[in-house]
């Protein structure tokens, strides 16, 4: 049984920096590609930045250069450092994996989510 829990949410300010974590147990977070997704009140789900097996990462134009995307294969948990915080960044952010690698900005193609964790910057 693949499970992910979420934790780091919070309320910032615009500038702030917040460090979320994805805590995966059933599968190894190097085995898998996993994936940030965000989700804003009335918005589609939106992908943010994943880790590949390789170590390869990438991110949603709107974050790169303020988000980061790292694995620790010995906590197995892969984090996202976000900085700069902006308040279009407000939105519950869920980890996934069991995703197709050729898909894998497409919430659609993920088996396994984590519970969400909600992070709020105000202006």
């Known amino acids: 049984q693949v499970q992910l829990v979420e934790s780091g949410g919070g309320l910032v300010q615009t500038g702030g920096s917040l460090r979320l974590s994805c805590a995966c147990s059933?599968?190894?977070?190097?085995?898998?590609?996993i994936t940030w997704f965000r989700q804003a009140p009335g918005k589609e789900r939106e992908f943010v930045s994943t880790?590949?097996?390789?170590?390869?990462?990438t991110y949603n134009l709107a974050v790169k250069g303020r988000f980061t995307i790292s694995r620790d294969n010995v906590k197995n948990t892969v984090d996202l450092q976000m900085d700069s915080l902006k308040p279009e960044d407000t939105a519950v952010y869920y980890c996934?994996?069991?995703?197709?690698?050729?898909?894998?900005?497409?919430?659609?193609?993920?088996?396994?989510w984590g519970q969400g964790t909600q992070v709020t910057v105000s202006s």
């Open positions: 059933g599968r190894t977070v190097s085995g898998d590609i």
């Open positions: 880790i590949f097996l390789s170590g390869a990462v």
């Open positions: 996934a994996t069991g995703g197709r690698m050729a898909y894998y900005s497409d919430y659609r193609k993920y088996d396994y």
